[in-house]
Nanobody, 122 residues
Framework: QVQLVESGGGLVHPGGSLRIACATT????????MSWFRQAPGKDKVFVSA????????DYADDVKGRFVISRDQAKNTVYLQMNSLKLEDTAVYFC???????????????WGQGTQVTVSA
């Protein structure tokens, strides 16, 4: 069982930046694709970004491309999502997820964190 713990959420103004993190104590972290999803109130959980085990390949949803950057630190068993130029519509609970294959659908991921709230508000 891989346990994932998100941190770093909070309140930020439009145009601001925030970095969220997802850490695990599991020593198999480097085997997993790590992804971020988000869920806005009343909406489904949707894909935001993913990074392959080596970190060489990343993927982004169209609405965050050019604004968000995903990265991973293998030594710290942590994946990050740097969010820049934040918009009101980025407000959501952000979840990290892990699995052995890259996918963009929640059903493709076996392991999930509890989520961290990101609120963009003036």
């Amino acid at each position: 069982q891989v346990q994932l713990v998100e941190s770093g959420g909070g309140l930020v103004h439009p145009g601001g930046s925030l970095r969220i993190a997802c850490a695990t104590t599991d020593n198999t972290f480097s085997r997993y694709v790590m992804s971020w999803f988000r869920q806005a109130p009343g909406k489904d959980k949707v894909f935001v970004s993913a990074i392959t085990p080596s970190g060489e390949t990343t993927d982004y949803a169209d609405d965050v491309k050019g604004r968000f950057v995903i990265s991973r630190d293998q030594a710290k068993n942590t994946v990050y999502l740097q969010m820049n130029s934040l918009k009101l519509e980025d407000t959501a609970v952000y979840f990290c997820a892990a699995d052995l294959q890259l996918g963009i659908w929640p059903r493709e991921y076996k392991y999930w964190g509890q989520g961290t709230q990101v609120t963009v508000s003036a």
